[in-house]
């Protein structure tokens, strides 16, 4: 096997494994960032997944979802690699408390945050490996994604309303997103075809 065979082999082993529950640190993100402290700002979300997951002994997990919450309002890019982290934890997770917990951030995060641009490859994991939960995490997503009512508009949940989803569930109504919107004007004058090419 030639240098670049080798290479190429290792270069797929370290995808492969990045894509993989792991007990220990993250020391980059998953996904490009703009810079250092944006990136340092992902490895530190990271232990907070781990410590919301029991995978590491922090206290507090309600605080530590509020703070990851809080932290990707503030930084909306780290929106998508907070998904991007806690699907790496779901994958082939050997721990099923971990694992119930991990769903469960996936849950709190779908209901607050809006994804920018992994919410194709999202639901589609969603799809391949939620099982039972595939209904209500797609629902939460969708609801996310297009409802008017969606609380991913910069205002960070206290901890209070973090265990009040975890009891109740999401406050949104998906009939509400559903339903058909009377058709209003738009407030702009929209110039007719002619107009443009005589311009």
């Known amino acids: 096997m030639g240098f670049a065979e080798v290479h190429l082999l290792q270069s797929e082993k370290l995808a492969d494994s990045m894509l993989k529950w792991q007990p220990g640190n993250l020391h980059a993100s998953l996904i490009s960032l703009s810079d250092k402290p944006t990136n340092t700002l992902a490895v530190r979300l990271f232990k907070n ?41 779901l994958t082939e997770n050997p721990n099923p408390s971990s694992e119930d917990k991990g769903w469960q951030l996936l849950s709190i995060c779908l ?34 994604m297009y409802s008017m009512d969606s609380k991913a508009h910069g205002i960070a949940p206290s901890d209070s309303d973090i265990t009040a989803f975890l009891e109740r569930g999401s406050k949104k109504d998906i009939k509400e997103i559903t339903k058909a919107l009377p058709y209003t004007r738009p407030e702009y004058q929209p110039r007719i075809w002619r107009s443009v090419l005589d311009d």
């Open 49 to 89: 997944v781990q410590g919301y997951m029991g995978d590491k002994a922090l206290p507090a997990p309600t605080l530590l979802a509020q703070d990851i919450v809080a932290t990707c309002l503030q930084s909306t890019e780290l929106i998508d690699e907070i998904y991007c982290q806690i699907m790496k934890q």
């Open 111 to 144: 209901d607050m945050l809006k994804p920018r641009g992994v919410q194709k490859y999202l639901e589609a994991w969603i799809r391949d490996n939620a099982r039972e939960k595939q209904q209500r995490l797609t629902t939460l997503l969708h609801q996310t």
